[in-house]
């Protein structure tokens, strides 16, 4: 038997043309190519403004930078999200307030938000997690109630639709990823987009050290390019986004249907104002009392599976720095302790999505709890 990954990106010849012309221009830094790419991002989401990054973390931490946020602010995060979400936030001398999340969807709802809210609060930041897109509509009317600007982690998201509408146009900005995990990669790289035009202009200055024209540095920035390797790469990715995510909700919908028809799996919640997810990952529910052993099955069957992330608030450092318990934020942990997400890529074909509900269907049906 194979090993079956939990991802698998589909580079083709295609990128690999794209990025040798690059190399072969002479031209390899920030150029053109990185221009087109934030191009093509804008035209995809319908955003009028594309700030392309080295990484995912850089296109946060340049966010918070451009809102100024600094010593003796806040910024509201879910518990539940991968490191960097929170990691931006202290690199700005802020500090993070952790809320906890809905364990239907594992997002952030605006009562979690609201609750967090304070006189130092500078800014909330909801987490698109696995994919499925927040119920933006409720976190506009919360920004426009408190004048809080709302910023979306979207790294997973790119391609969700939310009300007949791609994301990356609800939130006052949106973070991407192009992480090889990601439903399209450039290997390392992030883009932020937005409809602000004050925020665009910053975030160009401070993406190249705080330059506006050669050597005249008039923000503090930083160095968050992106060459024109990654952005050829990123150009030929973006090409091919529907079509992959068109595979993958086919397979997310066999998915559902097969676990549905089995006792002890419960298949992801998709809320009816999400038109279709990116399935960037696709998690079963399973009681935490079996999470390890199922793994532990397939893994011996030689199938990939992922606990994802733990929630911030158990992982050491801020567990220390803050003092936080396993139980501070309970349903962050208990989402964490139930879920497994299970391998969704474009091109992994019907045997392999077969033989993963048939591995997990056998191990239900000899599973004693």
């Keep these: 038997m194979n090993f079956i990954p939990i991802a698998s990106p589909r580079i083709q010849e295609e990128e690999a043309k794209a990025a040798y012309e690059v190399v072969k221009s002479g031209w390899i830094s920030m150029g053109k190519k990185v221009q087109e790419f934030e191009k093509s991002l804008c035209e995809y989401t319908g955003a009028k403004y594309g700030i392309a990054m080295n990484n995912g973390t850089s296109t946060l931490h340049s966010i918070l930078m451009a809102l100024n946020i600094g010593p003796g602010d806040e910024v509201i995060i879910p518990s539940l999200t991968y490191i960097s979400s929170a990691n931006v936030v202290l690199y700005q001398g802020a500090t993070p307030i952790f809320c906890d999340n809905d364990p239907l969807t594992y997002n952030v709802t605006t009562d979690h938000i609201r609750k967090k809210i304070t006189p130092k609060t500078k800014a909330f930041m909801t987490v698109d997690l696995k994919g499925l897109p927040v119920d933006y509509d409720s976190f506009n009317e919360l920004s426009e109630e408190t004048g809080i600007p709302h910023i979306s982690d979207s790294a997973e998201s790119l391609g969700s639709i939310y009300k007949e509408k791609k994301v990356g146009t609800q939130a006052f900005a949106h973070s991407f990823s192009f992480f090889a995990n990601k439903n399209i990669t450039t290997g390392e790289g992030g883009m932020v987009v937005t409809n602000n035009k004050e925020l665009n202009d910053k975030l160009v200055i401070i993406r190249n050290q705080g330059q506006e024209g050669r050597y005249n540095h008039t923000l503090l920035g930083n160095n968050f390019r992106m060459t024109d390797i990654l952005a050829a790469i990123g150009i030929e990715q973006i090409k091919k986004i529907d079509s992959l995510l068109n595979k993958k909700v086919s397979i ?37 009392l079996i999470q390890k052993d199922l793994i532990d099955y397939m893994t011996r069957c030689k199938i990939d599976t992922r606990l994802s992330f733990p929630p911030i608030h158990i992982q050491p450092f801020y567990k220390n720095k803050f003092n936080f318990k396993v139980n501070s934020y309970s349903k962050a942990y208990d989402s964490f302790k139930s879920f497994i997400d299970i391998p969704i890529w474009a091109d992994m074909g019907n045997k392999n999505q077969s033989l993963i509900i048939d591995k997990i269907k056998n191990f239900m049906n000899n599973k004693v709890l």
Excluded: L, Q, T
């Design 252 to 288: 997310a919908e066999n998915y559902s249907k097969a676990f549905n028809e089995i006792d002890g799996i419960e298949p992801p919640f998709v809320p009816n104002y999400v038109n279709r997810p990116s399935w960037y990952m696709y998690s079963i529910r399973v009681n935490p």
